[in-house]
């Protein structure tokens, strides 16, 4: 059985889902949802339509985008075939057959939610995307649709937590930059470096757009293997294959 956190102040159906309940296995052991790993196809579109069902969705209404680290927002009016998916960083809709699909290990997935309004969105927060703006879109292409600022819930899924993604100074630098000051960083392990606290960037990020609700599934996935996919766990073993686990959203 697939297992997923979800939060109570989005009223809409969605989880952040684990790797757990798939039929992957190795190193994607078992509900690793991304097309792009080497993991066996018929796997993953497996693993992905266990999530799917597991909010009550049609498996064929998947959308999901291709991933690049970008501010950019795509408006879901229905869903595309396999290998047409644009290159964005986040989706809205306001059609309730559309389950949107984030995939992660690692960055930020952050599910949005305006039900008054019928509209949804779906956003992957790195450190680039959420710097470059990709949060702030979603909430105005979820405006431009119908939703409200002050209507919007915004959860923060599953990401890497503070003491475990210790950075460069290049890393820093553009983060201060884009904030106008430090708060976000605090002493690293190694003189030189310093851990960054992406999952209260993107809080900040969030409630500067004016989304009144934000909220958090506070779940660290370097540290918690048995749960998680994690891009810098793999990193810090030396490398090898990687799963990835997905977050979705669809409107109720």
Known sequence: MVKALRCNEIPTPHGFFTRIGGV?????ASLNCSLSSADERESVLENRSRAVRAIGG???ALVAVTQVHSPDVVHVTAPWQHGEAPKADAMVTDRPMVV???VTAD???VLFADPAAGVVGAAHAGWRGAVKGVLDATVAAMVRIGARPERISAAIGPC?????YEVGADLRDTVI??????????????EGHWQFDLRAYCRAR??????AGVYDAEADTVTGEQHFF????RVLAGGGPIGHQISMIRLG
């Open 24 to 28: 992957s296995v190795g190193p994607y």
């Open 58 to 60: 049609d498996p064929t």
């Open 100 to 102: 949107l699909g984030i």
């Open 107 to 109: 960055c930020a997935p």
């Open 160 to 164: 890497i937590g503070v003491l475990s």
């Open 177 to 190: 930059e884009a904030a106008g000051d430090d708060r976000y960083f605090s002493p690293g392990k190694r």
């Open 206 to 211: 969030l409630e500067r757009a004016g989304v």
């Open 230 to 233: 994690s891009h810098r766990r």
